[in-house]
């Protein structure tokens, strides 16, 4: 596959090299999301009318999930990115998704609100009408890619209508969008995520994405099963590149004494096999929900909420054990471990976070209402 063959030559040759520092120095990786746009990447799901890929949920999981096991902080810019793609394909001008298309445009998803949360549905702030547009007031608690993407597929209350929220497409460069403060964590460091405010943001009726009030159903139809999935295959990488270097530094370290090695002993290959099977169970739950929304099965949004929830916990669980089978080499931050144990913490918090989608599923098995 042609653009999988693009994707690894920017993997080797730009983002793999800066990881380190791109998590040492929490330094947005703008290099590598330029190459991305360079190769056509990050058109990756634009429709080939306006001059992108037009490829299917499937490769954009491939190349998160690739770009992750090398640096997640860069998969999770592409993730947000392809999120907000989501949206734009089915309600942005042909302008904008030409300008995404050719990789000459970075977006992202502005929905969680310090109000609300990690309940991103729930839209607070305020919006109204000012002459032929529209003032917006509110606070965004954390936004991959602030103050570096060039538009935020942004959240409000519905300005006049009935309904949820509203979806706007807000370039960055607008007056009265402010960075309060940067962001210093412990994983994810590069990506980005910092709060956003607006005070008296204008914008004209035509940057609504959809209609007045229709933001939950474009939030549950469009981008949902794009972030489920995507951040599922982040998690998946992560996992990936843990158990390779926890299974590389066992079978290289050595008891000279005993004249074998550390993975000579059960119970580290134990540790091991137990960690294999949970990826490759959270990888399999990940690719039935590609299955699923593809043949648009009846469980498809079930599958969706599951593979978030399953594949975060499951990171949690590798990355914990690829620490302890590394013991206190694992502590070492050349060994590499330790910043995927960082940063596989994210998934499970990041809205909606486990235990809200654990609720969720529990109300959907039980036949209830998920959203009341």
Not at 60 to 71: F, G, M, N, S, W
Not at 136 to 144: I, N, S, Y
Not at 253 to 279: C, G, N, Q, V, W
Request: proline share 4%.
């Amino acid at each position: 596959m042609p653009y999988l063959e693009k994707l690894d030559t920017v993997i080797r040759d730009i983002i793999e090299p800066a990881a380190v520092a791109t998590d040492r120095d929490a330094v947005f990786p703008r290099a590598a999301i330029a190459a991305l746009g360079e190769t056509g990447l990050l058109g990756l799901i634009s429709a080939t009318g306006v001059g992108g890929m037009g490829l299917d949920l499937a490769a954009a999981a491939q190349v998160v999930e690739r770009i992750a096991k090398a640096c997640p902080s860069t998969a999770m810019v592409v993730t947000m990115h392809y999120c907000g793609t989501s949206v734009i394909e089915k309600f942005g001008t042909d302008s904008i998704r030409r300008e995404i298309a050719a990789g000459r445009h970075l977006t992202t998803l502005a929905w969680s609100d310090a109000g609300s949360r990690s309940h991103f549905w729930a839209a607070v702030g305020s919006v109204r009408p000012d002459g032929d547009a529209y003032l917006l007031d509110c606070d965004k608690t954390m936004v991959t890619a602030a103050g570096e993407a060039d538009s935020y597929v942004w959240s409000s209350p519905p300005a006049e209508a009935a309904g949820a929220s509203t979806l706007w497409l807000v370039d960055s460069k607008t007056a009265g969008l402010s960075q309060p403060k940067l962001f210093d964590g412990m994983g994810l460091r590069g990506n980005g995520s910092s709060p956003l405010s607006c005070k008296a943001l204008r914008l004209p009726a035509s940057a609504m994405l959809g209609s007045d009030g229709g933001g939950f159903d474009i939030m549950l139809g469009a981008a949902l099963p794009v972030f489920s999935v995507l951040i599922a295959s982040c998690s998946q990488g992560i996992m990936e590149a843990a158990l390779e270097r926890a299974c590389a530094h066992a079978s290289a370290s050595k008891f000279e004494h005993l004249d074998s090695a550390l993975a000579d002993l059960p119970t580290i290959r134990a540790y091991l096999a137990r960690a294999r099977i949970r990826a490759d169970m959270a990888r399999t739950l990940r690719d039935d929900t590609l299955v699923a929304l593809a043949g648009g099965r009846a469980d498809a949004m079930l599958r969706v909420m599951q593979t978030k929830a399953a594949s975060a916990e499951a990171a949690l669980e590798v990355t914990d054990v690829a620490m302890r089978v590394c013991g206190g080499a694992a502590f070492r931050k050349d060994v590499g471990v330790e910043r995927y144990f960082r940063d596989a913490r994210a998934a499970s918090i990041m809205a909606p976070t486990s235990d809200v989608l654990f609720d969720f599923i529990g109300k959907a098995v039980c036949g209830l209402p998920v959203f009341d």
